[in-house]
């Protein structure tokens, strides 16, 4: 399954070293602003090479759209966008062609299909979220005239809070051939109450499985989170006013469905799984060896997966934004409930 | 929405105070054993009224299978189950009807539809999981001679994690007219390696938008989940080995697609937002009111809770099978790889 | 697949000789006045036993609306509807048990599934469209406020086109042992412009699907149809004038999309299978041998089959309104074209 | 929705005018040999400008393709493809812009967008086409391990029958200014028994689907389609001997399930609405004018709808066949029927 949304609906496709990765956004609203330009800035937060922290691969991604606008706006049509694919060192990947690096999914993918690209990854490449971002800048374009803001933070780094000692923390782990993830935060203010459906439908049902679809992120918790577990119901309730919520624990979501109030989700990143130092692992035959993963990798990808992350909100804002303005001519009449 | 899963497809339906609650499986496969028996002990688990603790509505929740079964099998065709709800006292709810109850869903609900069936929360009640144990039921069934199951129980209860000291902290909360919440884990084993797609349709992601789905749920981790964040690369990663993984920080998933080991998710619970506890809050005007919520309650539902969390992750892994079904033959010539 | 529709979904379940027949209608606009006296009529057309010339099954076919209202309207949740099967002659059928019948699924059925319900069809039966008839009737309610309006007739009965000798036609083949089919129309009025999309979700396509998915349809055609493909452009093609189109040869469809013009849709109905003529046939064993129909059967099922043509006609335009809504935001500030 | 398909998806993508139209493909088995070699064949049947008679636009319309293959093999990862737009004498359309082609989409795609890429009619262009070829052509391969063969070609043009004379009839209707429209006939053959779901996933209504889908289709129709209305139960049911069906009037499916005889559909195509005869329309802004259509096109696009027609059937066995797959394990043990 490589398609995202029901409404605002993206295919995304293309390997880390194949030809192109791109998608293919249907279900976009006509008369929306759209060009290359509104693409770019997200790919560069996106994009390794940038700080001496991350990843030396430098290729530019330029993204071209092949369809779905006209004279800089869309029409309705499927909005299709690919990034070519120019700095491919595969004869990197050729060492790793029989053995599976841990904590990746060289193994699952081997086992399923059969037949894997083993460059850099293939799809289970982080690289893939290149389409994701493409996708998720058109997003943006579509829940700006509604006044919909979407801003993503780390909020924790290797165990560190404090941002002035996140650096620091990376560089540490980077010393020691090693790797640290994090928490980032994403918070959408701006959302009409109503987004969202009851049952399998539910605003954070949606988030949870957006976010959880991004490679390294283990958990995702909406408003209190975990922590609401240890919370009593009068102190996890947010008590309601005639000006609106006194608080904010549910995160701006209550019975699946948007209240008006800052929906903040946080999700966990785990450490990059490819390190230097030495690891135990099997190769294709399943005989025993070692692995040191050198080249070009990021010792934290937690600042390179908050674009993503935003990204993969926005396509959920911009679905369920769609999904009710369905149903509006039967309840516009209705005064809001406040 | 309420549609849940691509290949075992669960539809549900009903309200707390309607005629009957159910749900059509579509997609089951033929010759699966099944029938009212085989739903009994999960709905038993689900039923309120059993123990203390739990809030005393008593009907006896008995399933009546409306179609696809012959002979005491599936027959390929829609499976159709219906609860009846015989013990409504609707007039407990005439007092909540234009007043929304915090950390509830009404107020949601109103400014979404306009209309909505108040007693008892109507849809958004957590009566509708009866379905979902419903169709959890069948799930279960279908993967019983794959050799998957699947375990759930409460690692946790207002902050409590010895299983001794939960049901005192059940009562002190339930004395202090409060409610309190915990963290559910549920592990399913038996599960084959590659279960599960790239990108959107990871397994993870699956799971975490079954888990958020259940009311109260506010956060979902799988393996390591947000620990992962503190760990370094070199912790986190499962070295491989002959004779299989040395470890499961993992969780049984890597790159979105199971491993073969067991599959572990949490989920945090809030505390029951239903409390005796005054609180601050609005009427259907936007008045300012308080409400003080009286009647039979559960002072904490993450034991009732356990069965629906096993019967969503029971759909996620019938769905996957099925899904995996699908390709066997292309794939089914190669050496697992391990 | 049971499942029908993207936005006005309905998923149905139920066999000929099992409990119960029913729907599942997901994604019906709230606030829609809706009980079970809407259905019955339209029911009524349907059933079996009311005339001379068609089967003698008489059970009354009554509807329940198991959820998804409330004071008489719908509220935006499922809405659930069931009709219990209460004569059920299964006796009739233990002939048929291994037997199966020319020019039905029975073959099939046992192929794909190895286990049927053979009692009167089961799943295959044209009872089934009891379930959809009941859908039917929530789309017409939700198209009504909007102008739409659907009537179907038969335009032709076993070769004849004068309504005043159809009758006679019939009886011929019921005397002979044999049956007859026939052409049915169905055309809607009403439709606001814009309905349907281009490329798979064209609403010709939407609708060809509809049709065609009803038991004992061979054919479908929009306006002129096969005719079509003897005319020449400048016949087919319809011209325009600023009162609107000049003829209606496209049949209301331009590139899938409704102009405004009566959507014309003609359906070709084969003669009833179960004929008392000796036919040549196989048993489950592959042995050959003869089989004679008895029992109540309809020489013609053109008649009943005109309510149910008429609701999946209601459902495709129901969905499709939905499916438009979505976008109007980004549309209606436009002058319609004409 | 420019997706097709549950299984085998297929989203398409692109304008005649624009930078490239292509396809994505998710859900291909992995190991299916594929190459740019086996598209082009299909794709130069569906070109124009091959023939004295068919509009002369001369793009070479080469494909590529950018993701899902390794080694020449599919990988079980998305199939996209593109194909460039070269040759785009937009200028051409420039006189069109504000002018409504009666027979086109124009006016609907005006009235549902309110903006549209007028070149060459935008995304309802026939040359959408070119990627339905392109996830055709990967379709075959996937159908031919399993010895399924789909064979289209026309059985009249302009009313005639006689293959001799249909090329006479196109070049007396394009001496007139004017077109013709004809019937296709697709035969696929080696299907298994047991594809197509019952109800409203019947392989009769997927085809159905598929085909009223293709631009300028007006009628589908299966077995003996139309001529079933006027035939009599004894004459259209098929026999059935140990040998198999003695005949097949139903076109290979019963009750919505392949039989394994031959698949049988006709299409109706309406003449090209395309001729340089005077027409009565309208211009954008409702004022009545007079328009004539210069420039390449084909008097007759029926020979080059047989490899889209084709393409469609590949794409709607394919997908049934993978969802057949899924059920297997438990139905192979059962012995065939027959």
């Excluded at 389409?131 to 560190?160: D, Q, S, T, W, Y």
């Excluded at 996140?166 to 640290?180: F, N, P, Q, R, T």
């Amino acid at each position: 399954m490589n398609t995202f949304g029901r409404n605002f609906r993206c295919t995304t496709f293309g390997e880390s070293h194949g030809p192109a990765l791109g998608v293919v956004v249907d279900g976009c609203p006509p008369g929306i602003p759209f060009s290359e330009e509104d693409v770019r800035p997200l790919l560069e937060r996106r994009r390794p090479g940038t700080g001496i922290l991350v990843s030396a691969r430098r290729e530019p991604d330029e993204v071209r759209i092949l369809s779905g606008t006209f004279s800089g706006m869309t029409t309705g049509m499927p909005v299709a966008m690919a990034v070519g694919n120019r700095d491919v060192r595969s004869g990197d990947y050729e060492a790793l062609k029989d053995v599976f690096r841990p904590g990746h999914a060289d193994v699952t993918y081997a086992q399923k299909y059969g037949i894997r690209d083993y460059r850099g990854g293939g799809r289970s490449s982080g690289r893939e979220t290149v389409a994701r971002v493409c996708a998720g800048a058109l997003a943006l374009r579509v829940l700006e005239p509604h006044g919909i803001r979407i801003a993503g933070r780390a909020v924790e780094i290797g165990g560190v809070a404090d941002p002035a000692s996140m650096e620091a923390a990376i560089l540490d782990a980077k010393d020691a051939g090693d790797s640290v993830g994090g928490i980032v935060e994403i918070v959408a203010s701006g959302c009409p109450p109503g987004l969202g459906d009851p049952v399998f439908g539910k605003l954070d049902a949606l988030l949870a499985a957006a976010m959880m679809g991004i490679g390294a992120v283990k958990g995702v918790e909406i408003g209190d989170g975990f922590a609401a577990a240890r919370m009593r119901g009068s102190e996890q309730n947010d008590p309601m006013t005639a000006a609106g919520f006194a608080s904010n624990h549910a995160g701006g979501i209550l019975g699946g469905i948007s209240t008006g109030a800052e929906i903040v989700v946080r999700i966990a990143v785990k450490p990059t799984p490819s390190i230097s130092l030495p690891q135990a692992t099997v190769d294709s035959r399943g005989r025993e060896t070692e692995i040191r993963i050198s080249g070009r990798h990021d010792p934290c990808i937690v600042p390179r997966i908050i674009p993503v992350a935003e990204s993969m909100a926005a396509l959920v804002l911009a679905d369920a934004l769609l999904e009710n303005q369905k149903y509006r001519p039967y309840t516009q009449t209705q005064e809001p409930a406040r």
